[in-house]
Nanobody, 124 residues
């Protein structure tokens, strides 16, 4: 079992930046592909970014390319989402997810573990 805890969310003005963290426990994440997703009320959870377990690939949603960077520090068992040039439409609950030993993927169904989420609110 892997437990994931997100942090770093909050209220920020449009154009601002935030860095989300996802701290894993229970197992080391070096064999896990990690992803970030987000969800707003009434909508399905959507893909934001993913980084493969072996650092081979990173993928981003078109809506965040150039503004968001995913990274991982296996020594700290933590994954990060650096977000810049934030827009009101980035407002959502952001979730961290882990996939055991599979490639980077944008699909929620491919991930084995999920965190509880952290709220990001971008004001205009």
């Amino acid at each position: 079992q892997v437990q994931l805890v997100e942090s770093g969310g909050g209220l920020v003005q449009a154009g601002g930046s935030l860095r989300l963290s996802c701290a894993a426990s229970g197992r080391t994440i070096n064999m896990y592909t990690m992803g970030w997703f987000r969800q707003t009320p009434g909508k399905e959870r959507e893909f934001v970014a993913t980084i493969a377990w072996n650092y081979a690939n990173t993928y981003y949603a078109d809506s965040v390319k150039g503004r968001i960077t995913i990274s991982r520090d296996n020594a700290k068992n933590t994954v990060y989402l650096q977000m810049g040039s934030l827009r009101p439409e980035d407002t959502a609950v952001y979730y961290c997810a882990a996939r055991f030993h599979g490639g980077a993927t944008i699909w929620t169904r491919d991930y084995d573990y999920w965190g509880q989420g952290t709220q990001v609110t971008v004001s205009s």
